[in-house]
């Protein structure tokens, strides 16, 4: 709880232990420790006035705890992790029909907890990230010393945060932001291109993870920075109306939303998708750009807006990524695939799960899962993740390791298991195991909190979950 002057916290978001904890929980423990030191300035010296504008602590504390961290460990690349996680949770949640907006009103005492979720965390930073983007960095900077020095001990509705940015940059920040903060949701944009003029066609839609949207749930228009990446560099056009046409350079390579610092997805056809696939080989596309488009594709085909095969034929085609990002997306919307699938033949389920294992095997047992002092902060991430896909698609070599690695702490070596693989050892030992992995006299042993006991690609550990 970020008091004044005293923050506190719960033990377990607050103490690192390099033997019991894995690299995931130092960065969990980083980035919650500088969340909370953020309040002091975005909560307590300029405080919200009211409970609408919650996102204006919670959101700029957000934004913060991203920005600070990649000052203080830049070998972090915490930036491209943001796209798989603080991104990715926002555009999760924001996609039901239940969502609201970024301003919610709340009109009753009992209506607060409601919005402490990933509306008012996530998507309130995501929304700061966008506009930082769209103004550059220097400007949005000077934007917020202007909101803190006029607001500083007072309280503050959003419209202050837009006139001092306006301040700072020129620009007329009201106009293209309140749309984003006060109306609920994001859109879809669909691309088609035309060979013969050089255009791309874009149309927005509002987006729902049913993919039932009804004609009075998509008036709005967003204001859609497009962020159109070329091999001439990155053009900031907006999208304000419901369709437009944009001439390219080339269409033999063009990108859309560069970097994933805009809150839409973008709908390709397979042929656009294959390209892109070859462009990612080819070095034309950020490890951002990577991860942001696979975690498109993957979303838009479990909710039905694109065909299953073709991003596995996108997938397929990442078999030489090297990024623990990327790959950690590309895992993370496989489970998702398998999730829309779940109730379908046991033949479709085991064909997802081959090809999982095809995916990761190799990489896996290449990694390995001895963890060295040598292994820096991604690598170790990267292990364990490799690990426990390998592990839970069905690798024989890793389901032995992980079964000698249980058998061993089950007799009382508590050092048998790595901290970065316990969850996921505990998972294997739960789905291949019989009897006798679940009568195992387990030692006591202090867990972390944010571990599963099985891990599960489909779900985001984010850091806005840290609900009050």
């Given at each position: 709880m970020e008091n004044w002057g005293l923050v506190t916290y719960r033990v377990v978001d607050l103490l690192f232990d390099a033997k019991t904890s894995g690299a995931s929980t130092k960065q969990r423990v980083a980035e919650v420790v500088q969340h909370e030191l953020a309040?002091?300035?975005?909560?307590?010296?300029?405080?919200?006035?009211?409970?609408?504008?919650?996102?204006?602590?919670?959101g700029f504390a957000t934004w913060m705890s991203w920005y600070s961290c990649n000052k203080f460990f830049p070998e972090w690349k915490v930036w491209e992790t943001y796209v798989t996680d603080?991104?990715?949770?926002?555009?999760?949640?924001?996609?039901?029909?239940?969502?609201?907006p970024v301003e919610?009103?709340?009109?009753?005492?009992?209506?607060v907890n409601q919005i402490f979720d990933a509306i008012s965390y996530a998507k309130g930073s995501c929304v700061l990230r966008m506009i930082s983007k769209y103004l550059g960095e220097d400007h949005f900077m000077e934007g917020i010393r202007i909101y803190l020095k006029q607001h500083a001990f007072?309280?503050?509705?959003t419209g202050d945060l837009w006139a001092a940015l306006s301040t700072a940059s020129g620009k007329d920040v009201k106009q293209v932001m309140d749309i984003w903060t006060k109306h609920v949701g994001y859109p879809v944009v669909t691309v088609t291109e035309n060979e013969t003029d050089k255009t791309i066609h874009l149309k927005q839609n509002r987006l729902l993870r049913t993919a039932d949207v009804k004609p009075e749930e998509d008036q709005m228009l967003y204001p859609v920075f497009l962020g159109l990446r070329t091999k001439d560099g990155v053009d900031e056009k907006v999208l304000s109306t419901r369709e437009e046409s944009f001439k390219v350079p080339d269409l033999d390579f063009y990108k859309l939303n560069a970097d994933h610092t805009s809150l839409y997805r973008t709908s390709y056809t397979p042929a656009r998708l294959e390209k892109l696939g070859k462009a990612a080989r080819d070095g034309l596309l950020t490890t951002e750009d990577r991860a942001g488009m696979i975690a498109d594709a993957g979303a838009l085909a479990a909710s039905g807006y694109q065909k299953t095969s073709g991003v596995l034929n996108l997938l397929k085609g990442f078999d030489a990524e090297k990024e623990f990002?990327?790959?950690?997306?590309?895992?993370?919307?496989?489970?998702?695939?398998?999730?829309?699938?779940?109730?379908?033949?046991?033949?479709?389920?085991?064909g997802l799960e081959s090809f999982q294992r095809d995916l990761v095997s190799d990489k896996s047992h290449k990694a390995g899962w001895e963890f060295k002092e040598s292994d820096d902060h991604v690598q170790q991430q990267f292990k364990a993740m490799l690990f426990s896909s390998a592990g839970m698609s069905g690798d024989e070599v890793v389901k032995k390791a992980a079964k000698d690695m249980f058998k061993k702490f089950a007799a009382g070596d508590t050092s048998a298991i790595d901290p970065n693989i316990r969850g996921s050892v505990f998972g294997m030992a739960l789905k291949y195991?019989?009897?006798?992995?679940?009568s195992y006299p387990v030692p006591f042993i202090e867990v972390d909190a944010n571990e599963k006991i099985v891990r599960h690609h489909s779900q985001h550990l984010s850091h806005f979950k840290e609900q009050r």
């Open positions: 309040h002091q300035w975005f909560g307590n010296l300029v405080t919200m006035d009211f409970w609408d504008g919650l996102w204006l602590n919670e603080t991104l990715q949770g926002a555009l999760s949640l924001d996609s039901l029909r239940s969502s609201h919610v009103p709340v009109k009753r005492a009992d209506e007072g309280n503050t509705q990002v990327v790959w950690n997306e590309i895992l993370t919307r496989l489970g998702s695939i398998q999730s829309a699938w779940i109730f379908e033949d046991k033949s479709v389920r085991d195991g019989g009897k006798e992995e679940v």
